[in-house]
Each structure stands twice: as structure tokens, then as C-alpha cells.
Nanobody, 116 residues
Framework: QVQLVESGGGLVQPGGSLRLSCAVS????????MGWYRQAPGKEREMVAR????????YGDSSVKDRFTISRDNAKNTVNLQMNSLKPEDTAIYYC?????????WGQGTQVTVSS
């Protein structure tokens, strides 16, 4: 059974940083891609960043690419999202996502709130 467990969310002031981590219960080498999505109140879920098994990355928005960095820790079976210079508009529930053997799996989400 594939399980994804996110951690690292919380409340941070504008300009601050957070690091999200997603622990995956299966070998990271069996996963085609890993990513982070977010959903703000009243909005659709959107991709924040993805990283493939080959290490290629792509980001969903140009402003995010300048401030966020996605990475993968093969030894720990985790995918991480370093978020710097956070803005109030980054407030959302952040979800971990993996694509493995043609299936898509989601974590339960972690709340990120950027507010003074």
C-alpha cells in the first residue's frame, strides 16, 4: 500500500521560509515523478513543482520557481519543497503527489499559512 505523509507546514510571516517534506512508503526508484500541489480556499488545485525519476524539475508558476526549490532524497524516500520569501498568496493546503506505475497517489495535505 502506497502512503504519503507530509510534514513541515505551519504559520509563517511574510518573507519567511518553510520546508515541506513528504515521506513515501515505497522505494523512490519505483516512482516516475513526485510533486507538490496546492489548493487555496475557493480555488482549484494547482501544481507547484514536480521532479521526475531522472531529476528533471518543473514549476507551475514563474514566481514560485524563483522562490521554491523541489528536491528528492533517495536515501530517505522523501520529496522536499523549500519555500523562501513566502507571500500571503502562498497560503494554501499543500499536497504531495506521486505517479507510480500509471497510478496517481496523494497525501493528506499540510496547511501553510502566510500572515503577519
Amino acid at each position: 500500500q502506497v502512503q504519503l505523509v507530509e510534514s513541515g507546514g505551519g504559520l509563517v510571516q511574510p518573507g519567511g521560509s518553510l520546508r515541506l517534506s513528504c515521506a513515501v512508503s515505497v522505494s523512490i526508484f519505483s516512482i516516475y515523478s513526485m510533486g507538490w500541489y496546492r489548493q487555496a480556499p475557493g480555488k482549484e488545485r494547482e501544481m507547484v513543482a514536480r521532479i521526475t525519476i531522472g531529476g528533471s524539475t518543473n514549476y507551475g508558476d514563474s514566481s514560485v520557481k524563483d522562490r521554491f526549490t523541489i528536491s528528492r532524497d533517495n536515501a530517505k524516500n522523501t520529496v522536499n519543497l523549500q519555500m523562501n520569501s513566502l507571500k500571503p498568496e502562498d497560503t494554501a493546503i499543500y499536497y504531495c503527489n506521486i505517479v507510480r506505475s500509471g497510478y496517481i497517489y496523494w497525501g493528506q495535505g499540510t496547511q501553510v499559512t502566510v500572515s503577519s
